[in-house]
């Protein structure tokens, strides 16, 4: 039985798997003379482009990178935008983020590596900042073209907030890839009509 193919951009992949899913797009179709590509790009300067191939049903595209190819990405966050051209026309037709994580298969068994998130790494780089316990290798991170440690404590503070949530967001997207839920605690209160009879005793519904 073959795999099932998404028909969704993934949001979690892993350097050295295939990629695979497949893409209709309104409007947009290869029939038309319409090709679809994808440019992926991360904050640490590093990106690829995928070019969609047409399905058999000239409809809309498949997209597959083969594994030997993925293994050369560089993990961390993409941006990524698809858009279609013909001829000198060209239109973003949508976009998100991926996370490409490492394939520990192709480490050492005895290899020593750090998997964390970037948003994870970055909270743990600026609370050894503000808690005085500077890391030797603090001078690698910074934050808009700024060190961390010559960032003011206030702005800084501000910083850590903004990776706190972009975290929780992670891992909550984590917990519902994996059908865990969200994580998030939903609380209901209900109010429930209360009659006073007349000897003072109450009479809950």
Same mark, same amino acid.
Request: net charge neutral; charged share 25%; hydrophobic share 35%.
């Given at each position: 039985?073959?795999?099932?193919?998404?028909?969704?951009?993934?949001?979690?992949?892993?350097?050295?798997?295939?990629?695979?899913?497949?893409?209709?797009?309104?409007?947009?179709?290869?029939?038309?003379?319409?090709?679809?590509?994808?440019?992926?790009?991360?904050?640490?300067?590093?990106?690829?482009?995928?070019?969609?191939?047409?399905?058999? &049903?000239? @409809?809309?595209?498949? +997209?597959? *990178?083969?594994?030997?190819?993925?293994?050369?990405? !560089?993990?961390? #966050?993409?941006?990524?935008?698809?858009?279609?051209?013909?001829?000198?026309?060209?239109?973003?037709?949508?976009?998100?983020?991926?996370?490409?994580?490492?394939?520990?298969?192709?480490?050492?068994?005895?290899?020593?590596?750090?998997?964390?998130?970037?948003?994870?790494?970055?909270?743990?780089?600026?609370?050894?900042?503000?808690?005085?316990?500077?890391?030797?290798?603090?001078?690698?991170?910074?934050?808009? &073209?700024? @060190?961390?440690?010559? +960032?003011? *404590?206030?702005?800084?503070?501000?910083?850590?907030? !903004?990776?706190? #949530?972009?975290?929780?967001?992670?891992?909550?997207?984590?917990?519902?890839?994996?059908?865990?839920?969200?994580?998030?605690?939903?609380?209901?209160?209900?109010?429930?009509?209360?009659?006073?009879?007349?000897?003072?005793?109450?009479?809950?519904?």
């Amino acid at each position: 039985m073959a795999a099932t193919v998404p028909e969704i951009e993934p949001y979690e992949v892993y350097a050295g798997d295939t990629f695979r899913w497949d893409k209709d797009v309104k409007d947009y179709t290869p029939a038309d003379g319409w090709a679809l590509t994808y440019s992926f790009r991360s904050v640490t300067g590093t990106g690829f482009n995928i070019t969609g191939a047409a399905n058999s &049903g000239n @409809s809309g595209w498949e +997209i597959t *990178v083969a594994a030997s190819t993925t293994a050369s990405y !560089t993990t961390g #966050e993409y941006n990524w935008q698809a858009y279609v051209t013909k001829g000198s026309e060209r239109y973003v037709v949508d976009n998100g983020v991926t996370v490409i994580h490492r394939n520990l298969n192709a480490l050492a068994v005895g290899a020593v590596t750090d998997l964390r998130s970037h948003a994870k790494l970055m909270i743990s780089k600026i609370q050894s900042v503000l808690e005085g316990r500077v890391d030797a290798d603090i001078e690698n991170y910074s934050i808009g &073209g700024r @060190s961390i440690n010559k +960032i003011p *404590v206030n702005e800084l503070v501000n910083i850590l907030h !903004t990776y706190e #949530e972009k975290l929780d967001k992670e891992e909550r997207k984590r917990r519902l890839a994996n059908k865990h839920g969200s994580g998030r605690l939903i609380k209901a209160r209900f109010n429930y009509p209360v009659r006073v009879t007349s000897n003072s005793e109450y009479t809950i519904y």
